[in-house]
């Protein structure tokens, strides 16, 4: 699938053509950084969040900074995506991103639905190997666990992460 296919996919908003849309980020083809980079910037927040998603897998410099400026998209999931991408490109700047987003009420882009708090415990619990249970429909544990996860990484996460060499 081309990069065009995929985006067109996106844009329909439709959960199954987000999924396929999703599955075929490793075997893209007609990846293009520039027009990605583009992509971060359109009106479309569907167009944003895919490109943050397929910029996780171009391991470059020019990827890396469209994905550090993304990490302050007006929307949660454009961030967690952009976040997840540095993740997977072994950089521990998307941590606090997915820490932050912790205390979110929204939507997570993608299928099946759930809330962004929700899809960034998962990743924090992966990169991490650690766990903090929370209700995430309840604002206030929301907040508690993103202070809990905050002071953690502010005291020895990052150092933590770094010894792994993420």
Excluded: C
């Excluded at 700047?93 to 299928?111: F, N, Q, R, V």
Aim: glycine fraction near 4%.
């Amino acid at each position: 699938m081309t990069l065009d296919e995929a985006l067109n996919l996106v844009k329909t908003g439709k959960p199954d053509n987000l999924v396929e849309a999703l599955k075929s980020l490793s075997t893209l083809e007609g990846v293009d950084v520039v027009r990605l980079e583009r992509d971060l910037e359109s009106s479309n927040i569907l167009v944003r969040w895919f490109a943050a998603a397929v910029l996780g897998y171009v391991a470059d410099e020019r990827a890396r900074e469209a994905l550090r400026r993304a990490l302050q998209d007006e929307s949660a999931s454009v961030r967690v995506s952009a976040a997840q991408s540095l993740v997977a490109l072994s950089s521990a700047e998307g941590i606090p991103t997915l820490i932050d987003a912790l205390a979110s009420d929204e939507i997570m882009i993608g299928h099946p639905p759930q809330l962004v708090s929700q899809y960034a415990r998962a990743l924090l619990e992966a990169q991490t190997e650690r766990r903090i249970d929370f209700d995430p429909s309840d604002p206030t544990q929301r907040l508690h666990a993103s202070r809990s996860w905050r002071e953690w990484w502010g005291s020895i996460g990052s150092e933590e992460q770094e010894r792994k060499g993420r």
